[in-house]
């Protein structure tokens, strides 16, 4: 009679996380490859701008609102899911010259903050750009609640990173956090 072979909970739980590892890892991928497309959109219609102005000397007045709304996009989406908090531009003097420990309390209260502010902000957001879908924009004609669903986006993976930040701060290995 073989023996079959049984998984301790420890072991399914190292499992799962291996499994959400990757996911996380293959999600962080796809998201960095939209942004590279929409950034090289945004030089595409930057250098047609260039080249339809100076060379032809007819400007492409689309190409404008291509770059402005890739921008948009690049930064809004960009920072709601591939850039991490610490990866952020800070002004940290006073909290660089505290101990880790008061360092903790300091970062629980931003990321508190951060994440009740977004939270009471989004209905309103969600609202606004429903309100959007009326609009069109100037030259493309595109909806501009399409155009504005980035800040939306933004403003959940903002919760979600902060809420994720807050758990790992009252975790265990809190330090890895700061």
């Known amino acids: 009679m073989a023996a079959t072979e049984t998984t301790t909970p420890p072991e399914r739980a190292e499992g ?3 499994l959400a590892t990757t996911l996380i890892a293959r999600l962080r991928r796809v998201a960095e490859l939209i942004s590279a497309l929409l950034f090289a959109a945004m030089l595409a219609a930057f250098l047609i701008q260039v080249f339809t102005r100076y060379v032809l000397d007819d400007p492409a007045s689309w190409t404008l609102e ?15 899911v591939i850039v991490d908090q610490r990866q952020h531009i ?3 003097m006073l909290y660089k010259s505290v101990d880790p420990r008061r360092q903790r309390v300091f970062a629980i209260i931003t990321s508190a903050v951060i994440l ?3 939270a ?7 609202d606004y750009i429903a309100f959007m879908s009326k609009k069109y924009s100037l030259i493309l004609h595109i909806r501009m609640d ?3 669903s980035c800040f939306g986006l933004f403003a959940v993976g903002t919760i979600v ?3 994720v930040r807050l758990r790992r701060l009252f975790g265990r290995h809190w330090e890895k956090e700061l």
């Open 90 to 92: 800070t002004f940290d």
């Open 146 to 148: 399409l155009l504005y």
């Open 116 to 118: 009740v502010m977004f």
């Open 120 to 126: 009471i902000g989004l209905p309103g957001t969600l």
């Open 161 to 163: 990173a902060s809420a």
């Open 66 to 80: 291509v770059c402005s709304i890739t921008y948009v996009w690049i930064v809004f989406f960009a920072s709601a």
């Open 16 to 18: 799962r996380t291996r």
